[in-house]
């Protein structure tokens, strides 16, 4: 025991810069990360604001137990936060990763260098504008007075201008169309680099034996680039209880007649917050998140690590 | 061949299709900016209007002071946000790709764990408003989003273990370099290329960030661009109605509203679009380095 602790003491009186040198991301992760892990006692307390300062803010204030969890659950709210948000992940999912995938083999199939590289950069551009800009596009197809599709599709195809904006029936097309524009750039190039990396003599010998196209696709390249799809599609499942904010918030222009398609866990935590100041409904959401969360990346990087290790988080 | 060619020409077409899909809002944009009002009136907004007008930068460039201003928060924010959160997570990521850091288990895990469980918005606001009253200040737009990702410094750990060898590192150790010259004379040169890719997602990160503005901003002083175009995109008076420096001097009913909400959203876009081909090398290789990790 005390030969361990000499030796540990040597080891950090050597390498104490090593430690120092951590330090900075080390404390920066215990403001941004550990103290609001502490901070989800929230949800099972009382918050009173005329207490000012950490320990007040976590420990001074009234258990109320599961209160505000019995106040969330108890209303539809929960209901359609949760299957908004899993059914729009869900979608969100297969659609870009199919999508992705075959764009990505017909842009590896492309002979010409400089036209592939030009596709690649237009079809990357979306991922790159914030959500904010996003909602400016949006508007610019969807205002109801001047915006393109009221004004010059529906009219070409006979059909009345609708209200975009007011109706939440349209809006799970909308946003799915909007999410797979701005992802699918970003998707296709991992899926490219993916099929990049496939050994070219696969290919000849299927030539020589005379394999069609389709079949060296179906048959060689998506078998081969499988690991990477299997990784990426369990990484995303493991955060499906999370949504991309901007997408849900900025894209309805944060329209409260669309709430019933357009809500999910997120901007409901985010209302609760800062709009409606209910305090104890939002953090009880907030945290039915992280737990559900917590749960379902471990469970989906258990699956991963069991394919490949190193693509594992831990 | 003529299946070939065949072949090819439907490859592009689907290529061209889609490029022109994910460009057309971009160009709708553009166009509708530059449209006279009462072209707008009279036929929506067009690909090809009836008749062009500079009249929405116009207007802009009378209100160019508070646009200047949250231009130049934004390059603030950007400049010392990616910069430091280079420095720290890279320090962090050294010396937790060296065996001889004491802790080191313990330590990887705090920083693994970060990524299996967070513990939302709403004890991260109360933290950063209550506890260190970040509320209103600049720093509330850099702070939140220094790591963005602790991803980012299990990448550059991984590119430390595999890039720099060991045997370097310990003949300097010998030759008497102290931790902190291997760091900075031979860690950090021959890792430019991680770290130019990390910068680079930082920096976007920071540029295009609204949400910490959002929530952590009221005062419109401090709003960056996307922090204008986010309030403008709700309220396209805002400029006008808040105190920022703009001239007030045309009447409401004078506005080429229409194309001026797209003009001032195309003056945010427009640096990235001149930018871009410039750091689309390094974007790609960032984007296939953080999905496959290493």
């Known amino acids: 025991m005390q030969a361990r602790w000499s030796r540990l003491r040597k080891r950090i009186a050597r390498h104490y810069i090593l430690i120092l040198m951590a330090l900075p991301g080390l404390a920066y992760l215990v403001i941004n990360n550990y103290l609001p892990m502490l901070g989800v006692t929230i949800a099972f307390r009382e918050i009173d604001y005329s207490r000012k300062g950490l320990f007040n803010l976590l420990f001074r204030n009234e258990w109320i137990g599961f209160k505000n969890f019995e106040y969330l659950f108890r209303t539809n709210d929960a209901y359609v936060i949760t299957r908004n948000t899993i059914l729009y992940n869900g979608v969100f999912i297969v659609l870009n990763t199919v999508v992705a995938i075959a764009v990505a083999i017909v842009l590896n199939e492309i002979r010409n260098r400089i036209a592939s590289r030009a596709y690649q950069t237009l079809i990357l551009l979306p991922y790159l504008i914030s959500m904010v800009i996003v909602g400016y596009l949006g508007l610019s197809l969807f205002n109801v007075e001047n915006g393109f599709m009221n004004r010059i599709v529906l009219p070409m195809l006979g059909i009345d201008p609708i209200s975009w904006y007011s109706e939440p029936a349209y809006w799970p097309y909308i946003l799915t169309l909007v999410n797979l524009w701005k992802n699918i750039g970003y998707l296709c190039i991992i899926y490219l680099a993916a099929i990049i990396g496939i050994n070219h003599e696969y290919y000849e010998a299927a030539v020589i034996d005379g394999a069609s196209k389709w079949q060296q696709i179906t048959r060689i390249t998506v078998p081969l680039i499988s690991p990477t799809i299997v990784v990426m599609v369990l990484l995303a499942i493991g955060r499906i209880f999370y949504s991309d904010f901007g997408l849900f918030y900025q894209v309805p222009l944060n329209s409260g007649a669309l709430k019933s398609t357009t809500d999910v866990i997120d901007t409901y935590v985010y209302r609760g917050l800062m709009t409606l100041g209910d305090i104890g409904m939002s953090s009880a959401a907030g945290l039915y998140q992280s737990a559900v969360g917590f749960v379902l990346i471990l469970l989906s990087n258990w699956l991963v690590r069991r394919r490949s290790r190193e693509q594992a988080l831990f | ?83 430091t959160g280079l420095l720290i997570s890279s320090t962090l990521a050294y010396s937790l790709s060296r065996d001889e850091l004491p802790f080191r288990r313990v330590l990887s895990f705090l920083v693994v764990f970060t990524l299996l469980f967070n513990g939302g918005l709403v004890p991260t606001y109360l933290v950063y408003t209550q506890i260190f009253h970040l509320k209103n200040t600049l720093l509330a ?20 273990k595999m890039s720099i060898p060991l045997a370097v590192i310990e003949s300097a150790y010998i030759d008497g370099a102290s931790e902190w010259t291997i760091f900075w004379r031979i860690v950090m040169p021959l890792s430019l290329p991680i770290l130019a890719t990390i910068g680079l997602m930082l920096t976007i990160a920071y540029w295009n960030d609204w ?49 001026v909400r797209m003009a001032i959203a195309a003056i945010g876009i427009l640096p990235i679009l001149i930018i871009y081909p410039f750091f689309q090398q390094y974007l790609v290789k960032g984007l296939v380095i953080g999905a496959v990790k290493g």
């Open chain 2, 1 to 83: 061949m003529k299946t070939n060619a065949v072949q090819q020409t439907f490859f592009h077409a689907v290529m061209v299709v889609l490029a022109a899909a994910c460009v057309f809002p971009f160009l709708l944009l553009f166009i509708v900016s530059f449209t006279d009002e009462n072209s707008i009136v009279a036929n929506g907004y067009s690909l090809f209007p009836d008749k062009f007008s500079l009249d929405a930068y116009r207007y802009l460039w009378t209100q160019a002071t508070p646009l200047a201003r949250a231009y130049g928060i934004t390059v603030f924010i950007t400049v010392i946000g990616t910069v």
């Open chain 2, 141 to 160: 737009l850099i702070v939140p989003g220094l790591l963005t990702n602790a991803f980012f410094i299990l990448i550059i750990r991984a590119f430390f």
């Open chain 2, 211 to 259: 949400f910490n503005g959002l929530i952590y901003i009221t005062d419109p002083k401090l709003y960056s661009i996307q922090n204008l175009l986010n309030r403008m995109l709700s309220n396209i008076q805002f400029l006008m109605q808040n105190d920022l420096g703009g001239r007030g001097a045309e009447t409401i009913a004078n506005l080429p509203m229409n194309a």
